[in-house]
């Protein structure tokens, strides 16, 4: 699961490596690099934005329905909270049964309505990626990159960072002082 997630947050790459191209009686001439977030660019389209807009609207229904479930389970656990001391055991006992079942199936509910969302959003990317590779590898042919791409290479799934964002450096904890 894992490296499906990680596959599909990398984005499609034009790619060279800045070697120089090496001819019989020429000059070297570097190779330009070019880098794509694929999915941005997708989603940043009429035909990405309408789609997603039309996934967001199939499932508004799903979501509303995940948060009555939760709201069910926050009014299930304030009773058992605030009415603990005046409740039989035998009372409890259901109430906490009754709990742990609407809690299994939120998070049942959750999941599918995650995965089916997730599988929307990779026929949609994986829909216009196979009219918008061509379409970049024949600009970056024009203007002389070298590139990476396929159709296989379309990533899906929640947007990453933008490729021009540089990672967030991370400060190593200070050492305690003896």
Same mark, same amino acid.
Request: no cysteine.
């Given at each position: 699961?894992?490296?499906r997630?990680?596959a599909l947050?990398v984005?499609?790459c034009l790619?060279?490596?800045?070697?120089?191209?090496r001819?019989q009686g020429?000059?070297?001439t570097?190779?330009k690099v070019?880098?794509i977030?694929i999915?941005?660019?997708?989603?940043?389209?009429?035909?990405?934005?309408?789609?997603?807009?039309e996934?967001?609207?199939?499932?508004?229904?799903?979501q509303?329905?995940?948060?009555?479930?939760?709201q =069910?389970? *926050?009014? &299930?656990q304030?009773?058992?909270?605030?009415?603990?001391?005046? !409740?039989?055991? #035998?009372?409890?006992?259901?109430?906490?049964r009754?709990?742990?079942?609407?809690?299994?199936?939120f998070k049942?509910?959750?999941?599918?309505?995650?995965?089916?969302?997730?599988a =929307?959003? *990779?026929? &949609?990317?994986?829909?216009?990626?196979?009219?918008m590779?061509? !379409?970049?590898? #024949?600009?970056?042919q024009q203007?002389?990159?070298?590139?990476s791409?396929g159709?296989?290479?379309a990533?899906?799934?929640?947007p990453s960072?933008p490729?021009?964002?540089p990672?967030t450096?991370v400060?190593?904890?200070?050492?305690p002082?003896?």
């Open positions: 699961m894992k490296n997630i990680l947050a984005p499609l790619l060279a490596l800045p070697i120089p191209s001819s020429s000059a070297s570097p190779l070019g880098i977030n999915q941005e660019a997708i989603a940043s389209t009429g035909e990405g934005k309408k789609a997603f807009g996934i967001q609207k199939k499932f508004q229904p799903r509303q329905e995940l948060q009555r479930q939760q =069910e389970i *926050q009014a &299930v304030e009773q058992l909270q605030k009415q603990a001391n005046t !409740l039989s055991e #035998e009372e409890q006992r259901r109430l906490s009754e709990l742990e079942e609407k809690q299994k199936l049942r509910s959750t999941e599918d309505a995650d995965a089916d969302y997730r =929307e959003g *990779q026929d &949609v990317i994986q829909r216009i990626g196979r009219k590779v061509p !379409l970049i590898n #024949e600009y970056a203007r002389g990159y070298a590139t791409a159709s296989s290479a990533p899906a799934g929640r960072l490729a021009s964002r990672p450096p400060k190593p904890p200070d050492k002082k003896p």
